[in-house]
Structures are given as structure tokens and as C-alpha cells.
């Protein structure tokens, strides 16, 4: 009896490691295969590597803790590109680069190159980026590394690239169902169907976000998010205003009110309701204070006393929105060139035109638009036959700004004037 039990736990101790061999075995199967491609493959070879990574695929979801994971991403990778599946391997990139990041980046960015073709031409900058972002791996666990790579291809479009990267949201909820953000992953995934234009399923993503998890911090963004697809895809401004509505009625304190507020504005805006439209851009101001959003709000209001001829109006708010937004230089000086822009050409007014740049020369003089602005100034103050300051603009130019082309034109109008 003693001698049958102590078989029983040598075989129990044994399976492992007997699994752990199987599962060796299995990988090296698939690497020799692999070197049985030809370095041009043919169709039909093309066929077998899409096989063969579809292959990997299984094996990595049956043994997800082995160590060489990683080897069999690369493989399988390597695998979709042989076969003509940049989507394919761009997923699989995404995936192998979050869960294991200390895989040396010179094996994946050549790689990374040609699967990055699967994304839209435009998108094509942003999907690098957000490859090459370096993963948290000191405070994260596999499973939000795994959702850090569903993120990334949230943000991305291709009409090829869609159904992999969809196929990778299902396969996380299937071996993830009690991952502690699901609802933001799921949040997500409707992400992934808005950005690839599948409206009705990214509604419905949203909503089961929102519905399905009731403890959800996100139920106010969800609901948001639906308005926006309605305001901005699907053009159906009275189910947008009723879903921005339903956010203001349910969710008072929620920090998407200001974000609302900003896109009835523009729905209000764009249907030539502009009381309505300044009213909202507003109440959008105060809730979003210094936010990206804040200032979009600024400039829609700026924007609709344009187009009601409240050009006066137009103009202080410009210079308010660069005075909120003045350690912000991109933001302050777009907005203060916006006021100069209005004030000579709706104001015809040069002095206004001539304080705008400035304001924002002063803000900032070592800025890369301070050559240019410079200039400008410069060619204003001999308009106005004020050639004292000219002189003094252009030399500063020259002085600061040796090597800029705009030096070159400053030094010929310099000489002119002092002649």
C-alpha cells in the first residue's frame, strides 16, 4: 500500500514537469518549422506561416505562465509579417512589448516598422509612439500590461487591423473575467469600434459599460461618450442633446458636466443658436478651468462672436484666453496671433493688431515664434511710420536670432531704414 502511494505522488509530482517538456517541445516543433521558410515565401508558404502563428497562438494561451512566452510572441510575430499579416503582428506586438518589456528593442523595432502599415497612413506616428512608450512593469501586473496593449490599440484604425484587435479585447475578458477595471477596458473596446467606424456597436459598448457595472466610476463618461456619437458620427443632434441632457440631469457632479457643456455649445453653434451656444461655452469655461478642453472652449466663444460680428468681443476673449493659458506657450501665442489676425483684417485696426503681438513677444521673447513675430512687428511699426522701433525690433532680431532666415530679411530692411 506504502509502496503504491509513493508511486501515486512520484507520478503527481512528475506531470509537470512531463507538461512543462511537452509544452518545450511544442515551441522547438514550431521554430524548426519556421526555418523551413524561405526568406521570399511563397503563397503557399505564406498560408503556412499564418498556420503556424495561429498555431502559437494556442500555445501561448495554454501555457501563459511558461518563461518563454515571449520567445513565442516574437516567433509568432515574425510568423504574421512572413505571411503578409501586418495586423496580425502588429497585435502581437503591441501584446509581447507590455508583457514583456525587457525584450531589447533592436529585435522589435524593425519588426515594428512594417506592421505599423496596418494602421492608417496619419496614425501611423501615433502607433509608434505608443509602442515605444516604456511599460510600468514595477507596479503593474500581467493582466494591466495586457490591458495597457488593448489601450494602445484603442487609440488606432485600419480597416485590416479591426478584427485582430477586437479578437484581442474578447480573448482578455475570456482569460481575465475578474480583472479589477473591466469596466474601463470595456470602455475601450468601444473605442476600437468608434475609431474603425462601427457607431451602433461602439453605442452599445458604451452602454454596457455603463449599465453592466454598477459600481462604475464611468457611468457619467459612457453616457457622454454615446453623445458624442451621436453629435459627431452619426450627426443626430437631437438623440446628442438628449444624451448630453440625461448626463446634466444624472450625474450634477460629475467631472464630464464641463466637457457636456463644451459639446452642446458646438451642437448649438453649428445650428446657428449662438445665445445659446455662448451660454453654454460658459458654464463650459467654469467647470474646465485650465484644461485642454477649457481652452477649446475659450476659442469656440471667441469663434461665435466672429461669426456674429461681435468682432470687439471676439478680441478680448482671445486675449483673455491667453492670459489664462500664458504658461502654456503653444496655447497663449495661437491664441494672441488669432487676436492680431482679427484685429487687421474684421477690426482694420493696426494698433490693436500691433498690442496683440506685443503681448505676445513679451510672454514669451525666446519662444520659437519670437523670430516671426519679431518680423512682423517690425514690417507693423513701419507701416505706422514708427521706424525708431523698427529699427530697434529688427536689431534685436538679428542680435537673438543670428541664424534664423527671418535675421537675413531684418538685416535688409535694417539697412534701408538707416540709410
Keep these: 500500500m506504502n509502496k503504491l502511494f509513493i508511486t501515486a505522488v512520484a507520478v503527481l509530482f512528475a506531470a509537470p514537469c512531463v507538461c512543462a517538456a511537452d509544452a518545450a517541445a511544442s515551441l522547438e516543433f514550431y521554430k524548426k518549422q519556421a526555418l523551413t521558410l524561405s526568406a521570399e515565401p511563397t503563397r503557399e508558404e505564406r498560408a503556412f506561416s499564418k498556420t503556424l502563428a495561429d498555431n502559437l497562438g494556442t500555445w ?29 503582428a502588429l497585435v502581437t506586438l503591441f501584446t509581447l512589448r507590455q508583457q514583456f518589456p525587457q525584450v531589447d528593442m533592436a529585435l522589435l523595432t524593425p519588426l515594428m516598422a512594417d506592421a505599423v502599415l496596418a494602421v492608417n497612413p496619419k496614425e501611423r506616428d501615433s502607433a509608434t509612439a505608443l509602442f515605444m512608450a516604456v511599460p510600468d512593469v514595477k507596479t ?206 474684421k477690426m482694420r485696426d493696426d494698433n490693436k493688431y500691433i498690442q496683440s503681438m506685443e503681448k505676445a513677444l513679451l510672454a514669451h521673447p525666446k519662444g520659437p515664434n519670437a523670430p516671426q513675430l519679431m518680423y512682423d512687428l517690425g514690417r507693423a511699426y513701419e507701416q505706422q511710420s514708427r521706424n525708431a522701433q523698427a529699427v530697434e525690433i529688427y536689431k534685436k532680431l538679428i542680435i537673438n536670432h543670428p541664424t534664423d532666415k527671418l535675421a537675413t530679411r531684418a538685416q535688409g530692411r535694417l539697412s534701408r531704414l538707416e540709410k
Design 60 to 88: 501561448i494561451k495554454q501555457n501563459p505562465t511558461q518563461p518563454a512566452v515571449a520567445d513565442a510572441l516574437l516567433l509568432q510575430a515574425r510568423l504574421y509579417l512572413r505571411a503578409e499579416e501586418d495586423d496580425r
Design 140 to 345: 503593474t501586473t500581467p493582466a494591466q500590461r495586457q490591458a495597457q496593449a488593448l489601450y494602445a490599440l484603442s487609440k488606432l484604425s485600419g480597416r485590416s487591423l479591426y478584427e485582430p484587435a477586437a479578437q484581442a479585447f474578447e480573448a482578455f475578458f475570456v482569460a481575465n473575467p475578474n480583472y479589477e477595471a473591466t469596466d474601463m477596458v470595456e470602455l475601450w473596446y468601444g473605442d476600437l469600434h468608434r475609431v474603425n467606424g462601427n457607431y451602433l456597436a461602439a453605442i452599445s459598448q458604451y452602454k454596457k459599460a455603463g449599465e453592466l457595472y454598477p459600481k462604475t466610476p464611468y457611468r457619467a463618461a459612457s453616457l457622454r461618450l454615446i453623445g458624442d456619437i451621436y453629435a459627431d458620427n452619426l450627426k443626430d443632434t437631437a438623440n446628442a442633446m438628449a444624451t448630453y441632457t440625461q448626463v446634466l440631469r444624472e450625474f450634477p457632479g460629475s467631472s464630464e458636466t464641463g466637457i457636456v457643456y463644451k459639446h452642446m455649445a458646438i451642437l448649438d453653434e453649428n445650428n446657428k443658436q449662438y445665445d445659446s451656444a455662448l451660454i453654454n461655452y460658459d458654464k463650459a469655461i467654469e467647470l474646465l478651468g485650465t484644461t485642454p478642453a477649457a481652452y477649446e472652449a475659450y476659442q469656440g466663444k471667441a469663434d461665435v462672436y466672429t461669426k456674429t460680428k461681435n468682432y470687439t468681443e471676439a478680441y478680448n476673449t482671445l486675449h483673455q484666453t491667453a492670459a489664462v493659458f500664458q504658461q502654456d506657450e503653444e496655447k497663449s501665442t495661437a491664441a494672441l496671433l488669432k487676436a492680431a489676425d482679427l484685429a487687421r483684417k
